[in-house]
């Protein structure tokens, strides 16, 4: 097994769960304790490969900054073009892994070198339950709730650390679970954000629970339960954190794309979102859906974990050209800085 796949094994197993970016975001934990040390001890070598892969490629930073809860410090990785242009010379992207219990594989890095080699400037927050950062912040999941928080405060450190960045050219981008996450933030946010792109995300509590199993699915996204309770008991809550019920509140470009092979996301549940998306809200929303893409779930991030190369599949190749044209057309990240009025 190669060393970096090994370690995506090792961290499952520390998180007892099945193989993480392999399966979806929502596996339920065994009776088994997580192994912290352990977990801590695989992020920095995870950490490490990150900086080796953007050696000669792209500036790294890895900071910590305050959620807009208030209650904890989120860990972050920064990247930026080997060269700045100067202030509010580049665009920048939020980057929101997926799986609740995951952090930002290495299955990015030849997305997030795209990213800055076409001038985007990249912030991808370490979320509350996110793994590899010590038992508290492990314990702090909030589902749909706080982690929000954590993620939209990153484009407060964008606009107060980063000068290069344009504020005005801010999008986020998020996988599953980091997919609902990233369109809770923009329709609580409407005008935070520029554009947005959600790949396979979650999108309706009621359906994902009723699909899976509402007692399994209940303890793996709120074990602590935050939420007090399950559907039939806090109706107005799940709604809240269920993206599909806030479509009207869009306000930005936003694309998503599903895949019909989906065993995580299924089909049944994504297809509400695009439904209502080209229903209420066409002249913002762009939707594709993929009959059958190898990986289903996983199709636009399946890398060779011995080069961190693309598999590149057709449906691979299509799904990231239209995410880069959508993204480049309203974020504008080659010359913009010299044309406010293309902006």
Do not use: C
């Amino acid at each position: 097994m190669p060393a970096s796949a090994a370690r995506i094994a090792a961290l499952a197993a520390a998180v007892s769960l099945a193989p993480i970016g392999l399966r979806g975001q929502e596996s339920s934990s065994s009776a088994r304790p997580p192994d912290f040390d352990r977990m801590i001890q695989q992020q920095a070598e995870t950490d490490q490969t990150w900086r080796a892969a953007s050696a000669g490629v792209m500036q790294i930073e890895k900071i910590s900054y305050r959620s807009r809860a208030g209650d904890l410090d989120v860990p972050a990785f920064v990247f930026q073009p080997l060269k700045l242009r100067g202030a509010k010379g580049h665009p920048a992207l939020v980057w929101v892994h997926e799986n609740i219990r995951g952090h930002l594989y290495e299955h990015y890095i030849p997305y997030i070198r795209e990213a800055t080699a076409k001038g985007y400037v990249v912030i991808a927050p370490e979320y509350r339950g996110s793994v590899g950062y010590g038992k508290a912040f492990y314990d702090a999941l909030d589902y749909g709730g706080a982690e929000v928080d954590d993620v939209v405060a990153a484009v407060d450190v964008l606009k107060s650390r980063y000068g290069a960045v344009d504020p005005s050219r801010v999008g986020i981008i998020g996988w599953s679970h980091g997919g609902m996450i990233t369109l809770l933030s923009i329709f609580r946010n409407p005008a935070l954000f520029k554009s947005a792109v959600a790949i396979v995300p979650v999108t309706n509590l009621f359906q994902r629970l009723a699909w899976k199993g509402v007692d399994r699915q209940h303890q793996a996204i709120d074990p602590a339960n935050r939420l007090g309770g399950v559907p039939s008991e806090r109706h107005d809550l799940y709604k809240d954190r269920s993206p599909l019920y806030s479509v009207d509140r869009l306000q930005i470009p936003l694309y998503v794309a599903v895949a019909r092979n989906d065993e995580d996301v299924n089909i049944e549940e994504d297809m509400q979102l695009v439904d209502a998306l080209r229903a209420r809200k066409p002249g913002l929303a762009e939707t594709t859906i993929y009959d059958n893409p190898p990986g289903g779930h996983t199709f636009d991030r399946r890398v060779d974990p011995k080069t961190w190369q693309p598999e590149n599949t057709r449906e691979q190749r299509d799904s990231w050209n239209r995410v880069w044209t959508f993204l480049d057309w309203n974020l504008d990240p080659f010359h913009a800085d010299m044309h406010p009025s293309t902006r």
